[in-house]
T-cell receptor, first 114, second 114 residues
Framework: NAGVTQTPKFQVLKTGQSMTLQCAQD?????MSWYRQDPGMGLRLIHY???????DQGEVPNGYNVSRSTTEDFPLRLLSAAPSQTSVYFC?????????????FGPGTRLTVT | AQKVTQAQTEISVVEKEDVTLDCVYE???????LFWYKQPPSGELVFLIR??????QNEISGRYSWNFQKSTSSFNFTITASQVVDSAVYFC???????????FGAGTRLTVKP
């Protein structure tokens, strides 16, 4: 099993550009989530999904969209990148349709917006 | 909404010292789960422990131990006889059973010097 994979590993965007961060898991996990990690702020939940076709907002959803058309994939879209979205983004998944069990994290995507 | 506070931003110890990382949580639910994750310098996030709100027993795993006290809303993590390999950022997190939202603290950066 590859676990949770994220692409790309690094990305530089200009302000106003859009892009999609990819996340996939091959563990048949119901729950998937996106976090951003910023210095001094810890991990903050952006969006999450408890199953295919179901998504919800987390703590910091503004500027991001998600969809969950399959169990395996949970892409994160930045609609119009801003410097404040410079961060490290982690995708995670969990077997049960909620995060009350261990989450498995991807390796992260480091995004810089200039 | 739930909230997790890790008041210690950085801790530095010398190898073989014991060190305790503090975690204070806030929740309105009576059923919740608490977690600790480790992020070594390589950047990945590694699950350490999960505890539910009905289990106040302390847990010991090798040099690691966790002290859960509902009376003080704390879930502290102690490393006994610290080693250089324990150097990492440690995150405490919480989630309530009926929601898909998970919150983490800002993290504590532990440096263990030889």
């Amino acid at each position: 099993n590859a676990g949770v994979t994220q692409t790309p590993k690094f990305q530089v965007l200009k302000t106003g550009q859009s892009m999609t961060l990819q996340c996939a898991q091959d563990m048949n996990h119901e729950y998937m989530s996106w976090y951003r990690q910023d210095p001094g702020m810890g991990l903050r939940l952006i969006h999450y999904s408890v199953g295919a076709g179901i998504t919800d907002q987390g703590e910091v959803p503004n500027g991001y969209n998600v969809s969950r058309s399959t169990t395996e994939d949970f892409p994160l879209r930045l609609l119009s990148a801003a410097p404040s979205q410079t961060s490290v983004y982690f995708c995670a998944s969990s077997y049960y349709p909620n995060p009350t069990y261990e989450q498995y994290f991807g390796p992260g995507t480091r995004l810089t917006v200039t | 909404a739930q909230k997790v506070t890790q008041a210690q931003t950085e801790i530095s110890v010398v190898e073989k010292e014991d060190v305790t990382l503090d975690c204070v949580y806030e929740t309105r639910d009576t059923t919740y789960y608490l977690f600790w994750y480790k992020q070594p310098p390589s950047g990945e996030l590694v699950f350490l422990i999960r505890r539910n709100s009905f289990d106040e027993q302390n847990e010991i795993s090798g040099r690691y131990s966790w002290n859960f006290q509902k009376s003080t809303s704390s879930f502290n993590f102690t490393i006994t006889a610290s080693q250089v390999v324990d150097s990492a950022v440690y995150f405490c997190g919480s989630t309530e059973v009926l929601v898909g939202d998970m919150r983490f603290g800002a993290g504590t950066r532990l440096t263990v010097k030889p």
